[in-house]
């Protein structure tokens, strides 16, 4: 049965077509995947069914009507909601009211509490979440469970299309398949999800079809996921042939390790680390969620307290106390979360870049030399192919690969040495992962340190040339690139073998 449908809809903004005649039939009982690189057009179709946007021109229909939401209300009472990777809950209300804000049930001119108690545990109890004790604050709890809350209140609307975008971009492999789990159960009664990720695996495994965008425009329209290969709806994706998806990786010819962490300890994992790079090396970080490698490398930039250990870079012992000593001894880390930790999203292209290192555009009066700035910034932002309409563009604008180039361009404006990457591809489409790829190559090519810390195994083993792997805040093996395998690195992250 069909429950949604936009027809030959456009929609324009200053300089972009976004959508360009787009025609999409969204079913019941079936998944729909919605795939495309960065500026494919995805979230703005969302957001046409959402009410988020209108369209210039074109027809969206909720089952046989005609509809134009002016919205986000409107459409989740019309039966489409959507959820996305950046949960909208207010972190200090607790689930209950959470989940009824702005739609409490009332009996009289009263909310009815009874009556909203017992609603929100029946909806908890259809996401799977009927553990989550519905008085607590929605701030402590995991992320997994704010997903299952922000699903639950796009049921209290009784929605039968629901949009979940990047929403596994921080749940573990367990809670992924809870999620999956729930998606079939909602397929099988009847919901249309329409579900959109980069994790192309996620995707064939999922989806039972596929739409594929790209510059606005569909591509292919309902294909049966099932008959095409990853690498066939990538190719498709992206216009051309995926050969190269990793870059030719170069050779490490040092001898001499550059960067020495030795039996290092912090307030957030007890267990020695030790370990070594070499100028040029990219050498990756393997483990499950939660198994340190983040904590350690908070300890290493300074960001967690270091209880015993020492760190060398080049023969010089270091003592690290804070991010500043570790930029200033040419260490930067660009954390897992760039949005929320990494970037100051209302602000311009060149104050991201420069933050770290201002002193290096101030002028003898402490002012910021504004032509050097736009001079330094531009030259970067060419060099490294960040695609804005100028480094006065505010961050929070770019799509997910830009927002990762600009902290890239940030490194090379501290004169980083050793640059540590937390998931430097999550979020990001796979065009825009090639490309940070080639920028990891050729700057390691420079004599750059890359540690690279990646829940996506195939990932490392084909940029890094040698992998460490974590367990339980534990480094428990180190895999020269030759003899490494996806198995080999699930099995040492499990504790297998």
């Given at each position: 049965?069909?429950?949604?449908?936009?027809?030959?809809?456009?929609?324009?903004?200053?300089?972009?077509q976004?959508?360009?005649?787009?025609?999409?039939?969204?079913?019941?009982?079936?998944?729909?995947?919605?795939v495309?690189?960065?500026?494919?057009?995805?979230?703005?179709l969302?957001?046409?069914?959402?009410?988020?946007?209108?369209?210039?021109?074109?027809?969206?229909?909720?089952?046989?009507?005609?509809?134009?939401?002016?919205?986000?209300?409107?459409?989740m009472?019309?039966?489409?909601?959507?959820?996305?990777?950046?949960?909208?809950?207010?972190?200090?209300?607790?689930?209950?009211?959470?989940?009824?804000?702005?739609?409490?049930?009332?009996?009289?001119?009263?909310?009815?509490?009874?009556?909203?108690?017992?609603?929100?545990?029946?909806?908890?109890?259809?996401?799977?979440?009927?553990?989550?004790?519905?008085?607590m604050?929605?701030?402590?709890?995991?992320?997994?469970?704010?997903?299952?809350?922000?699903?639950?209140?796009?049921?209290?609307?009784?929605?039968?299309?629901?949009?979940?975008?990047?929403?596994?971009?921080?749940?573990?492999?367990?809670?992924?398949?809870?999620?999956?789990?729930?998606?079939?159960?909602?397929?099988?009664?009847?919901?249309?999800?329409?579900?959109?990720?980069?994790?192309?695996?996620?995707?064939?495994?999922?989806?039972?079809?596929?739409?594929?965008?790209?510059d606005?425009?569909?591509?292919?329209?309902?294909?049966?996921?099932?008959?095409?290969?990853?690498?066939?709806?990538?190719?498709?994706?992206?216009?051309?042939?995926?050969?190269?998806?990793?870059?030719?990786?170069?050779?490490?010819?040092?001898?001499?390790?550059?960067?020495?962490?030795s039996?290092?300890?912090?307030?957030?994992?007890?267990?020695?680390?030790?370990f070594n790079?070499?100028?040029?090396?990219?050498?990756?970080?393997?483990?499950?969620?939660?198994?340190?490698?983040?904590?350690?490398?908070?300890?290493?930039?300074?960001?967690?307290?270091?209880?015993?250990?020492?760190?060398?870079?080049?023969?010089?012992?270091?003592?690290?106390?804070?991010?500043?000593?570790?930029?200033?001894?040419?260490?930067?880390?660009?954390?897992?979360?760039?949005?929320?930790?990494?970037?100051?999203?209302?602000?311009?292209?060149?104050?991201?870049?420069t933050?770290?290192?201002?002193?290096?555009?101030?002028?003898?009066?402490?002012?910021?030399?504004?032509?050097?700035?736009?001079?330094?910034?531009?030259?970067?932002?060419?060099?490294?192919?960040?695609?804005?309409?100028?480094?006065k563009?505010?961050?929070?604008?770019?799509?997910?690969?830009?927002?990762?180039?600009?902290?890239?361009?940030?490194?090379?404006?501290?004169?980083?040495?050793?640059?540590i990457?937390?998931?430097?591809?999550?979020?990001?489409?796979?065009?825009?992962?090639?490309?940070?790829?080639?920028?990891?190559?050729?700057?390691?090519?420079q004599?750059?340190?890359?540690?690279?810390?990646?829940?996506?195994?195939m990932?490392?083993?084909?940029i890094?040339?040698?992998?460490?792997?974590?367990?339980?805040?534990?480094?428990?093996g180190?895999?020269?690139?030759?003899?490494?395998?996806?198995?080999?690195?699930?099995?040492?992250?499990?504790?297998?073998?």
């Open positions: 049965m069909l429950l949604a449908q936009v027809k030959n809809v456009r929609k324009a903004f200053p300089g972009v976004a959508l360009d005649d787009v025609s999409v039939e969204f079913h019941s009982g079936e998944v729909h995947a919605l495309g690189e960065n500026g494919a057009g995805k979230s703005t969302i957001k046409l069914l959402c009410g988020v946007y209108q369209p210039d021109s074109g027809l969206v229909y909720v089952g046989n009507k005609k509809v134009s939401f002016k919205s986000t209300r409107e459409s009472e019309a039966g489409v909601s959507a959820v996305y990777q950046e949960l909208v809950l207010v972190s200090m209300l607790s689930v209950l009211d959470n989940l009824f804000l702005g739609m409490e049930p009332t009996k009289l001119i009263f909310i009815d509490k009874k009556a909203q108690r017992k609603r929100c545990a029946e909806l908890l109890q259809i996401v799977g979440g009927e553990n989550i004790d519905m008085n604050k929605v701030c402590f709890l995991s992320s997994a469970q704010q997903q299952l809350v922000c699903i639950a209140k796009a049921l209290a609307f009784n929605s039968k299309v629901l949009i979940l975008d990047e929403v596994t971009a921080t749940l573990t492999d367990v809670e992924c398949e809870h999620l999956f789990n729930l998606i079939n159960r909602l397929k099988d009664d009847g919901h249309c999800i329409i579900y959109i990720s980069h994790r192309m695996k996620e995707i064939q495994n999922i989806s039972d079809v596929t739409t594929i965008m790209k606005g425009k569909v591509v292919k329209s309902r294909l049966a996921t099932k008959d095409y290969s990853i690498e066939q709806i990538v190719n498709m994706m992206i216009g051309r042939e995926l050969k190269e998806y990793y870059p030719y990786r170069s050779v490490v010819e040092s001898k001499d390790p550059y960067f020495v962490v039996d290092l300890t912090s307030e957030r994992f007890r267990e020695a680390i030790a790079a070499y100028p040029g090396e990219i050498l990756g970080f393997s483990g499950l969620v939660g198994s340190g490698r983040t904590e350690m490398a908070k300890a290493i930039f300074g960001i967690d307290k270091k209880i015993s250990g020492s760190i060398s870079v080049g023969g010089k012992k270091l003592n690290i106390k804070s991010p500043r000593d570790a930029i200033r001894s040419k260490i930067i880390y660009l954390p897992e979360e760039r949005r929320r930790s990494g970037l100051f999203l209302k602000h311009s292209i060149a104050l991201n870049i933050i770290s290192n201002i002193k290096k555009i101030l002028n003898s009066l402490g002012l910021i030399e504004s032509k050097e700035e736009n001079e330094v910034c531009s030259g970067l932002s060419k060099e490294i192919a960040i695609k804005a309409t100028g480094v563009s505010k961050v929070a604008v770019l799509s997910g690969g830009n927002q990762q180039k600009v902290l890239l361009a940030r490194s090379v404006f501290t004169d980083s040495e050793i640059i990457l937390d998931e430097p591809t999550r979020g990001i489409d796979v065009g825009a992962k090639t490309e940070i790829y080639n920028l990891i190559k050729n700057y390691a090519e004599g750059k340190c890359f540690i690279v810390i990646s829940s996506d195994v990932e490392l083993l084909g890094c040339h040698r992998i460490m792997v974590m367990r339980n805040n534990r480094i428990v180190e895999l020269p690139i030759e003899v490494a395998s996806e198995k080999m690195l699930t099995d040492m992250a499990l504790g297998t073998i």
